[in-house]
Nanobody
Framework: VQLQASGGGSVQAGGSLRLSCTFS????????LAWFRQAPGKAREFVAN??????STFYADSVKGRFTISRDNAKVYLQMNSLKLEDTAVYYC????????????????WGQGTQVTVSS
C-alpha cells in the first residue's frame, strides 16, 4: 500500500484548502482512511476518518464544522474551510483495513505528509 498526500500550501486565515491522498497497491474500498496532523513541537493528532463505504465519518472537535473528509475509488480528500492559525501543521493521510479509529498507532499505512501553513 502506498499513500501520496498533496494539496498543502500557504493560505490566509479564513481561507480554504483541499488536500488529496492517492492510494495505490491495494483495493481502496477495503481500507478505512484518516487524516492526522502534526504541528511543530507537538504530537501527531487525529483530524478525521472515514469508513470503507464512506458512510461513516468522524471529526476531531477542533475541526468539526470546518473540515470535510470524503473518498472516491482512488483518493481520500480533506476539504478545509475557515482555516485558523492553529491549523498550521503537516497533514498525513493514513489507512488501515482492520478498524476505524482515532489513534495514530492503529493505522499501519501512512503517506509522507503535506505542509499546511495558515497566516494572519
Amino acid at each position: 500500500v502506498q499513500l501520496q498526500a498533496s494539496g498543502g500550501g500557504s493560505v490566509q486565515a479564513g481561507g480554504s484548502l483541499r488536500l488529496s491522498c492517492t492510494f495505490s497497491g491495494r483495493t481502496l474500498t477495503n481500507y478505512n482512511l484518516a487524516w492526522f496532523r502534526q504541528a511543530p513541537g507537538k504530537a501527531r493528532e487525529f483530524v478525521a476518518n472515514i469508513g470503507k463505504s464512506g458512510g461513516s465519518t468522524f471529526y476531531a472537535d477542533s475541526v468539526k464544522g470546518r473540515f470535510t473528509i470524503s473518498r472516491d475509488n482512488a483518493k481520500v480528500y480533506l476539504q478545509m474551510n475557515s482555516l485558523k492559525l492553529e491549523d498550521t501543521a503537516v497533514y498525513y493521510c493514513a489507512a488501515d483495513a482492520r478498524w476505524l479509529r482515532v489513534r495514530s498507532q492503529d493505522y499501519v499505512h501512512w503517506g509522507q505528509g503535506t505542509q499546511v501553513t495558515v497566516s494572519s
